[in-house]
C-alpha cells in the first residue's frame, strides 16, 4: 500500500519570503501522479500543482514550484514570494497511475505566513 | 467548465436524528465521485467513493451509508447521528487523471 508523509506539521514564513515544504512517499509503482492541494481557512481544498511521475521536469505554477525526486520518492513544494493568503494547510496527495484509483493523502502541514 | 455543488453548508443535528449530504457535479459525465471527512485540524479521512450510478465502495464501516441515485449525484446519509459523527465533510470528483476537485464542504455538528 502507498502511503504518504509530511514530517513538518507546521511552519511558518515571514512575507515575500521562500518557504519549502517537504513530502515522502512509498511506492512500489512506477507509473503515478504527485498533487499538493492547499485548504485555506475557508476549508475549500484547492490545487496547487500536479506531477506526472513520468516526466522528469519540475512543475511549476506561478509562485509554486516543486522539486520532485523520483529515486528519493521525494516531491516539495517551494512556495516563493510568500504572501498572507498562502496561510492555509498544505496536502501532499498520490495517486496511482490507473483510471479510477482514490487518492492518498498525507496528514498535512500547517503553514502560517507572517506579516 | 465543471463544477462541483455541495450543500448544506453548514448543519447541526442533534444525536439520533437522520442525515442526507449532498453533491452534485455539473459539465462532466460519469465522473468518480468521493466523500471524505476530517476532523478538526486533522487529515482527510476516505469515507466512500463510486465508479458509477449504484456503484459504492466504503472504505470505513461506520453508521453512514452514500448513494449514487444519478451519473452526477452523490448523497452521504445516515439514518441515526452519533457525536462522533462531527466533522468536516468534502465531496471530490474525479475524471482521468487531472486529481480530485472538491466541493466547498458540509460542516456538521452533532448535538
Known amino acids: 500500500a502507498q502511503t504518504v508523509t509530511q514530517s513538518q506539521p507546521e511552519m511558518s514564513v515571514q512575507e515575500a519570503e521562500t518557504v519549502t515544504l517537504s513530502c515522502t512517499y512509498d511506492?512500489?509503482?512506477?507509473?503515478?501522479?504527485l498533487f499538493w492541494y492547499k485548504q485555506p481557512p475557508s476549508r475549500q481544498m484547492i490545487l496547487v500543482i500536479r506531477?506526472?511521475?513520468?516526466?522528469?521536469q519540475n512543475a511549476t505554477e506561478n509562485r509554486f514550484s516543486v522539486n520532485f525526486q523520483k529515486a528519493a520518492k521525494s516531491f516539495s513544494l517551494k512556495i516563493s514570494d510568500s504572501q498572507l493568503g498562502d496561510t492555509a494547510m498544505y496536502f501532499c496527495?498520490?495517486?496511482?497511475?490507473?483510471?479510477?484509483?482514490?487518492?492518498?493523502f498525507g496528514p498535512g502541514t500547517r503553514l502560517s505566513v507572517l506579516p | 467548465s465543471q463544477t462541483i455543488h455541495q450543500w448544506p453548508a453548514t448543519l447541526v443535528q442533534p444525536v439520533g436524528s437522520p442525515l442526507s449530504l449532498e453533491c452534485t457535479v455539473e459539465?462532466?459525465?460519469?465522473?468518480?465521485l468521493y466523500w471524505y471527512r476530517q476532523a478538526a485540524g486533522r487529515g482527510l479521512q476516505l469515507l466512500f467513493y463510486?465508479?458509477?450510478?449504484?456503484?459504492i465502495s466504503s472504505e470505513v464501516p461506520q453508521n453512514l451509508s452514500a448513494s449514487r441515485p444519478q451519473d452526477r449525484q452523490f448523497i452521504l446519509s445516515s439514518k441515526k447521528l452519533l457525536l462522533s459523527d462531527s466533522g468536516f465533510y468534502l465531496c471530490?470528483?474525479?475524471?482521468?487523471?487531472?486529481?480530485?476537485?472538491f466541493g466547498s464542504g458540509t460542516r456538521l455538528t452533532v448535538v
Open positions: 511506492t512500489s509503482e512506477s507509473n503515478y501522479y
Open positions: 506531477q506526472e511521475a513520468y516526466k522528469q
Open positions: 496527495a498520490f495517486m496511482k497511475g490507473n483510471y479510477g484509483q482514490n487518492f492518498v
Open positions: 463510486s465508479v458509477g450510478i449504484g456503484q
Open positions: 471530490a470528483w474525479s475524471k482521468a487523471f487531472a486529481g480530485y476537485t
Open positions: 459539465g462532466t459525465s460519469n465522473p468518480n
